[in-house]
Nanobody, 114 residues
């Protein structure tokens, strides 16, 4: 089973940018569809973006045009580039192997505030 570790979160002002990274262990990272989810306090965890083994991507309507998901299979890493950040983007962001019983990372906090 893949182990995931997120990094790159922090405090940023509205309109700013942040790049999240998810480093995966194991030898089979390239065969999985990967996703970034987020969860704000008192809210349901929601899918933000996903990327398949053939680099097909999907985005939540709320982030479309602002966020970009990508992967580097040679480095066993998936990224989330976040631009034009808004206060409503504030949440803990999680990396996930999108399959039944897929692994979750520990999460990284993103706070968008003045």
């Amino acid at each position: 089973q893949v182990q995931l570790v997120e990094s790159g979160g922090g405090l940023v002002q509205p309109g700013g940018s942040l790049r999240l990274s998810c480093a995966a262990s194991g030898s089979f990272f390239r065969i999985y569809t990967m996703g970034w989810y987020r969860q704000a306090p008192g809210k349901q965890r929601e899918l933000v973006a996903s990327i398949t083994t053939t680099d097909s991507t999907n985005y939540a309507d709320s982030v479309k045009g602002r966020f970009t998901i990508s992967r580097d299979n040679a480095k066993n890493t998936v990224y989330l580039q976040m631009n034009s950040l808004k206060p409503e983007d504030t949440a803990v962001y999680y990396c996930h192997v999108i399959r039944v019983g897929g692994s979750w990372g520990q999460g990284t906090q993103v706070t968008v505030s003045s």
